[in-house]
């Protein structure tokens, strides 16, 4: 009877161990890995590309997507820094062109402006230099109806989504999803997501003048009078370069009622397209960290310091960790609402609801392999940036 009993509490044990143990397996399997380390190097980001284990043997050629930069900006990123990924992976520098008239809105003085900025070190293909391709969008999409991305997006079988996480006077903040919704857009494609996202101007007579919007303005759609700015919204494209560049924030988005997350939710749109066409790997430098993004030729300096970097194969996680650790080193659950008026977190809302990732994750610490809170990691930073 004692052996019976016995063999009957070990079942039990076994079976409840297993279900502890799949019950765990499970919760873990809702939760995405993403990578830091607080010390942005180029070694590094060669380590948090590796955490990653993407198995390369498959894939041919590889399109690392970037930002070269406007013409005056300071705030993107140091080239040297991916300069030793771009050389392991054997991979082709690709952006596409912009909307706005520009040096990045022609190839050839995309590519002069590119290597001016430092990417002489691989070959640069402009992605939409021959023409778009288009696909379909989904059925339960909101707003797209297709995608209009550049002819070259498949000449490559496997894209490095590497991104600089800063801030947007349209998004809120933008990552990897914009870097892949609007960044590999076709100037089509951009247009379709601007459009309807006109800004708007507050408090108009407390303008001083200064002309930056109107002078920036790629569409000379601002006029400045007496009155203050006017904009004309039959020209206006909605890039958000006014409220970038005004340096007393007299301008916001127009958003009212629903138009609150049409741009976010086409950004989003067109991401998911195009991250199921190509398998991709994502990586985010939280660095020179703005209010506004790298388009802007006079971007506003930094308005924190450097947090570090990230990597996932989950665009949502990825860009959710960012969200949460700059947050948190700001002081502010969305410190991008705060520095521009805007949320992005719907767009990491909307790209959870279409199944391209989770929100909820795991924050592993390269240097050591082991699971680091958010507020263990913001530490590291600020620490970091003590000593320098």
Known sequence: MRKLFLLISLLTLTVVAGFSQGQKAKETAKESVVYFCSDITPENI?????????????????????????????????????????????????????????????????????????????????????????????????????????????NYDFYIIYSHFKGHGSSGFGGAIKNVGMGMASPGGKMAIHANNYPKVNTPDKCFQCHRCAD??????????????????????????????????????????????????????YTKVLADQRPMAFINVMANISRSC????????????????????????????????????YGKEECFKDVNNVSGIEQLKYAEKLGMGNTKYILIDVATGKKITLEEAVAQAQAKHKHE
């Open 294 to 329: 790298d388009c802007s030729a006079k971007a506003p300096a930094p308005f924190i310091h450097d947090i570090g970097a990230v990597a996932s194969t989950d665009i949502v996680a990825i860009d959710q960790a960012c969200q949460d650790l700059v947050s948190i080193a």
């Open 46 to 154: 060669v380590k948090l590309y590796d955490a990653m284990g993407v198995d390369m043997s498959a894939y041919k050629k590889v399109g690392l997507k970037i930002h070269f930069g406007e013409d005056g900006n300071k705030n993107f990123l140091n080239p040297e820094l991916v300069h030793p990924l771009v050389s392991k992976t054997n991979a082709t520098l690709v952006e596409t062109n912009v909307l706005y008239v520009g040096k990045r809105r022609y190839t050839q003085s995309h590519i002069a402006l590119a290597k001016e900025h430092g990417f002489t070190f691989a070959p640069i293909d402009i992605l939409d230099d021959e023409g778009e391709t288009v696909y379909p969008a989904q059925k339960n999409f909101k707003f797209c109806k297709n995608v209009r991305t550049g002819s070259h997006f498949e």
């Open 216 to 269: 920036q303005c790629p569409a000379n759609a601002i006029t400045i009078t007496k009155d203050g700015p006017v904009i004309d919204t039959t020209k206006c494209i909605g890039c958000a370069k006014c409220i970038a560049e005004c340096p007393i924030k007299l301008f916001s988005p127009d958003n009212t009622g629903y138009d609150e997350i049409r741009f976010l939710d086409k950004l989003v749109e």
